[in-house]
């Protein structure tokens, strides 16, 4: 089953024009962030949240009380059959700096980066527990002031992802129950980012449609 529908494609292409990018084909990269504002993007509406700024090729994530965050307002974007990858960096602080929430299929997930004190990596929720407590719970040493390469495949079927090209979750999950965390995770839906505590920032945010399966 493939997501890119016309509808998909129209708004696709509406959201490279307006990047300034060239028309790309499913399985081609195409640019989520310009480098220097927030266009097609919004600050997460969180409680007491931290300072958000783009600039020099980067997209800042101040320390929040304790979430700060932006979401995307531009055109649709498929909910299955995608990848996305970026690059991140732990400024300050010691919890999540780049949390992803992505839409798959009618429901939504997020992929924790660096949570429960800095080293946790992993999906919430799945069968209604959390990344510290399901089978995506892995481990990973977060440097402060490295950037990071973070790369996530989402289709109907099934979950991958990867941090410096080195795989970290694989999971199957066409039989599972798919959803968010509680609290104020949900502002972030459709897709967007979130740092808990910490600041951090993210850079090279791409996006491309999975080419179709036959």
Do not use: H
Not at 98 to 121: E, Q, S, Y
Not at 157 to 186: C, H, M, N, Q
Not at 192 to 204: D, H, I, P
């Amino acid at each position: 089953m493939s997501a890119a529908t016309p509808t998909s494609v129209i708004a696709l292409s509406l959201l490279c024009l307006g990047l300034g990018c060239a028309q790309t084909k499913p399985g081609e990269w195409r640019p989520l962030f310009d480098g220097k504002s927030l266009q097609n993007w919004k600050e997460t509406p969180y409680t007491d949240k931290g300072a958000v700024r783009a600039e020099k090729g980067e997209l800042t994530l101040g320390v929040g009380k304790p979430m700060t965050g932006v979401r995307w307002v531009g055109p649709d974007l498929p909910n299955a059959d995608y990848e996305v990858r970026f690059e991140a960096v732990r400024l300050q602080g010691s919890d999540f700096f780049a949390m992803l929430t992505f839409p798959v299929g009618d429901d939504f997930c997020t992929w924790v980066t660096g949570g429960w004190g800095g080293d946790i990596v992993g999906l919430s929720n799945l069968d209604d527990a959390d990344a510290a407590d399901n089978d995506t719970r892995a481990y990973f040493t977060f440097e402060t002031g490295r950037w990071y390469a973070f790369r996530i495949r989402v289709t109907l079927e099934k979950f991958t992802a990867w941090i410096d090209e080195k795989p970290v979750t694989d999971v199957e999950i066409s039989r599972r129950k798919i959803g968010l965390r509680y609290g104020e995770d949900k502002l972030s839906v459709p897709f967007g980012f979130t740092s808990y505590n910490t600041k951090g920032a993210l850079r090279k945010i791409e996006f491309r449609e999975l080419p179709v399966r036959r």
